[in-house]
């Protein structure tokens, strides 16, 4: 098989080395002097990290900006959730880290399927990061001697990962809310909260703004720029279960792409190894148990199947540490795909544990047998503290119990190496764009991006986009606005009007199942294309029979939800067909087809070492594939091995 | 992913306040709802019970929630009378329904505070927070400015400490419980946060003076210390922050040249009487 590399794909890569592109870029960018920026107009909808940190340093700069989320404040953004840590090659530690290190575990994690030019800059920048948060006052864990501390994620073998207890996340988040917070003080930001984009508008084939929804009246609102950078996250709500918050969604990214943006390696998902294990049908949310767990937790499943005992009455010499067996140089520390598919391999073989068999045991006894419980409270009290909330178990006395849940999406929309997408003027920044995590992301490398991308990235090379195209003047009294405005209304007329028998929820659970059935841990060809006709026929069923309650001019959660499932289930769709394309075996995208005689994992360097970017060409027509091939130059192919 | 519901089974009667935007009057209206596992989270129950208004064709309860991992500080629920319910140090979306029993009553209110007016149902305009934080609730470091990260040690006490404050995540609870829905505790909880590290020294006077100002601008009422927000905190922030919020005020109002711009505010203090 082969694909054509497309000529529509100019990843605008600078030349020279590896290790001087980003310098490269800098010198040869063009800049706008301060004065001119304020004739400038940004606007950057969603405000996790890459969007926070993205506004509050182009507000700072100078450039009029416009912030846009859903929630009802900025600082509730999904990033918030992030649990374990920040990665930063700072080499405090002395163990060896070095920023070449950072990069080449990275590729190597993300199993050679990332742009390599885009993990160097990232390991780069991971260092200033560091500076930068503590500058703001995010409060990392200390030394006793008040330098910062470190703890070891997965797929790598130094401790390079800054951490705030279990909630990196929240503390990182506040700092760049706190930072954006302080620019819409000084009149440099205009924040919009409660605020749901609804669709992008493009002038002459650039984005020259969006169409959002105000979620309190329900006003349709057109907003006018000179740039638009999307923020908006990931689409691991597709399975309807994932750790993601509830509204995280696709919205954004799928109607952009709708307008022209190509839709990268939708099939890579991250399936997390260490959540809370579903109760039943009722089940609303997966909840995540940090993978620094794995530090001082042991992965175990009893060493006969069915072994009804309770975990403390099983020996030791009848425990099954199937990821020391199976991974002895890497052990429980393996990369998050790996350690997802050996426990789902377990659960298959009928080794599960608890009472749906789906778990295993993440056991803390040695660990607090040989550092006291008080260390162990240190390091994840709050952790341990919401498994025994949702699960009535005490984890400091019997070993949690652990199943993979969907966590993360490498794929999204496709950006040039300016994180610029195929619609100009439109960037994309974090987890909503492809570019960084290849097939596999690691550990505490989310954070790193989201910030590195709003931080360090965007304020270059989107002032770049500004200084050399000539821009017209557009107000958003343009004619496509209307046009836009309508497009939108007439969809939420068209999903309040319907007035069926089926709840909206309804239909994003069983897309759910057909998703984690058929495009989950593991993959087939004849599963993939039973999921495209069900989800087809899904799709048809929602818009004859779906009930979404209520009128369009209040705060109406259920228009909301309803407009969100109905681009899942066209985007579901797209990530399958991917999946289905995809013949290989590569990070999280197991296909059944492609496995070695151990079971691991088997890529296709020869037809497949190239990102999949889609084309969207119009209602129900299929997308069109086009490859950006992927070069290793200075961290070269080589089979990933974690044993 | 299809499993047999498993815990115990309950039958609920559930008083919910529904209100049609703002401009309303709201009510009380009563449900019942059967076969409510103990396994569910408080919202799993408010999901189900949107279901079944919806086939009996009514219009779902809206209210805020997001992560429902106890983390975003979306969801505001006061649950018989008390804010996010009754479990210590737990988030109304890390409720589990195993606190309940089979034939209780649930009375589920928004906050209630002047400065967190209804939007609809149980949500409520919290933005009042996002202004104090506006206010002064950040150091003013540009991008880029920032010295190499270990320049400046800072003990690990003071940092448990400063993170001890630094967890708030800003719900509103402490508003919610207050009978004088002071939101003491949430301002406390910035600034002991930045005040107790090196890296919020330049701005630690007029910060206190600047966020204080706002919250009374917000008319959050005053603080007459009963330590009802310690107790509703789902992160569990100490009222000993207050009493560093007020140290920090006295100081920047008596003990430094910044205490002409304690007249900047519009109320007589930072309570604590």
């Known amino acids: ?190 924040m919009y909260a409660r605020r749901e984009m609804l669709d992008l508008v493009t002038v002459d084939g650039v984005a020259r703004g969006i169409v959002a929804r105000n979620l309190t009246t329900g006003k349709i609102e057109s907003h006018a720029a000179h740039a638009v950078l999307l923020c908006t996250g990931g689409y691991g709500n597709v399975f309807y279960l994932s750790t993601n918050a509830k509204g995280c969604n696709v919205t954004a990214a799928w109607r952009a792409h709708k307008r022209g943006a190509f839709f990268a390696n939708p099939c890579y998902t991250q399936i997390h190894p260490t959540c809370i294990p579903v109760t039943g049908d009722h089940q609303s949310k997966l909840t995540l148990m940090s993978e620094s767990l794995r530090n001082d937790g042991r992965v175990w ?57 789906l778990a295993v045991y993440l056991d803390f006894g040695q660990a607090i047998r040989e550092q006291g419980e ?12 919401m498994y025994k909330k949702i699960t009535d178990e005490n984890p400091y006395q019997v070993p949690m119990r652990i199943y993979p849940a969907v966590h993360y999406t490498m794929g999204g929309l496709w950006v040039d190496y300016h994180l610029e997408s195929t619609i100009p003027g439109m960037f994309v920044l974090g987890e909503a764009n492809f570019s960084d995590h290849g097939a596999n992301r690691l550990g505490a490398s989310a954070l790193m991006q989201g910030l590195a991308d709003g931080y360090f990235v965007a304020p270059y090379t989107v002032g770049h986009h500004l200084a050399t195209r000539k821009l017209p003047e557009v107000t958003d009294a343009h004619p496509r606005f209307r046009e836009v405005a309508e497009e939108a209304r007439m969809r939420l007329q068209r999903l309040l009007s319907i007035d069926g028998k089926r709840s909206v929820t309804s239909y994003h659970q069983e897309l759910g199942h057909i998703m984690w059935d058929n495009c989950g841990m593991s993959r087939n060809a004849a599963g993939l294309q039973s999921a495209i006709t069900k ?54 995208h197991f296909r059944e087809e492609h496995q070695s005689a151990d079971n691991e994992a088997q890529r296709d360097d020869e037809n497949f070492a190239h990102v999949a970017a889609w084309e969207h060409l119009g209602e129900n027509v299929t997308q069109k594939r086009h490859i950006e091939p992927l070069k290793f130059e200075a961290c070269p192919l080589q089979v990933r091995n974690y044993k | 992913m299809s499993h047999t519901t498993t815990g115990k089974s309950l039958n609920l009667n559930l008083r919910v306040w529904r209100q049609k935007d703002n401009a309303s009057r709201g009510e009380f209206r009563d449900y019942k709802l059967a076969g409510i596992s103990t396994e569910m989270s408080f919202l799993e129950m408010l999901d189900i019970l949107n279901e079944q208004l919806l086939k009996q064709g009514e219009e779902p309860v809206n209210f805020d929630h997001d992560c429902r991992e106890g983390i975003c500080g979306s969801c505001s629920l006061m649950i018989n009378g008390q804010a996010h319910g009754p479990d210590n140090g737990t988030t109304a979306c890390q409720l589990h329904m195993r606190r309940f029993y089979d034939g209780q009553t649930i009375v589920i209110e928004p906050w209630r505070a002047k400065a967190f007016p209804v939007i609809r149902d149980l949500v409520v305009d919290r933005s009042a927070f996002d202004r104090i934080i506006q206010a002064g609730g950040y150091v003013s470091v540009r ?41 003491m505790l949430f301002v406390a909880a910035k600034v002991s946060h930045l005040a107790q590290l090196p890296q919020g020294e330049p701005e630690r006077a007029s910060r206190v003076l600047a966020m204080v100002g706002q919250m009374d601008r917000e008319e959050f009422g005053n603080c007459t210390n009963t330590s009802e927000c310690e107790a509703a905190c789902p992160a569990e922030v100490s009222v000993t922050h207050i009493a560093r919020l007020n140290r920090e005020y006295a100081k920047a109002l008596y003990g430094s040249p910044l205490s002409l711009e304690g007249q900047l505010l519009t109320s007589s203090g930072a309570g604590g009487d």
Request: with cysteine.
């Open chain 2, 143 to 183: 991008t880029g400015q920032a010295p190499e990260a270990n320049s400046v040690p800072v003990p690990k006490n003071t940092q448990e400490s400063s993170l001890d404050a630094a967890v708030c995540i800003g719900c509103g609870a402490c508003v919610a419980a207050c009978k004088n829905a002071s939101a």
């Open chain 1, 301 to 357: 499943v009893p060493k006969q199947a069915g072994d009804a005992r309770a975990p403390g009455q099983i020996p030791e010499a009848e425990r099954d540490y199937f990821l020391e067996r199976r991974y002895p140089a890497y052990g429980n520390m393996v990369p998050r795909d790996v350690a997802s598919r050996a426990a789902k391999e377990r659960c298959d073989a009928s080794y599960g544990v608890g009472d749906s068999k």
């Open chain 1, 374 to 385: 008080a260390a162990i409270r240190g390091k994840y009290g709050n952790l341990f503290h």
């Open chain 1, 1 to 190: 098989m082969s694909f054509d590399s497309s000529t529509l794909l100019n990843s605008r890569v600078p030349s020279g080395p590896v290790e001087q592109k980003w310098d490269n870029l800098k010198r040869d960018i063009k800049l706008i002097a301060p004065n001119s920026k304020k004739k400038f107009e940004i606007i950057v909808v969603g405000t996790g990290l890459a969007g926070a940190a993205a506004a509050a340093s182009l507000g700072e700069l100078g450039y009029k900006v416009k912030a846009f989320c859903f929630q009802d404040s900025p600082r509730r953004a999904h990033s918030i959730a992030a649990q374990g840590g920040i990665n930063a090659a700072k080499n405090y530690q002395n163990d060896g880290d070095s920023v070449w290190r950072l990069f080449t575990d990275t590729v190597k994690g993300g199993d050679f399927r990332a742009r390599e030019s885009n993990v160097y800059r990232l390991a780069q920048l991971s260092e200033n990061i560091i500076d930068q948060c503590v500058a703001q006052g995010v409060p990392f864990a200390r030394e006793y001697g008040g330098t910062l501390a470190n703890r070891t994620f997965g797929g790598t073998q130094v401790s390079r990962t800054f951490y705030s207890r279990g909630q990196t996340g929240q503390q990182l988040l506040l700092g760049a809310y706190q930072a954006l917070m302080r620019q819409v003080s000084a009149g440099q930001v205009e």
């Open chain 1, 535 to 588: 989800i087809a026929a899904l799709r048809e069923d929602f818009w004859r029979n779906v009930n979404v309650p209520g009128v369009g001019e209040n705060l109406n959660q259920s228009l909301e939800l309803g407009g969100r499932v109905a681009d899942f289930l066209e985007f579901g769709e797209l990530m399958c067909r991917d999946a289905l394309t995809r013949e290989e075996s590569a990070g999280g």
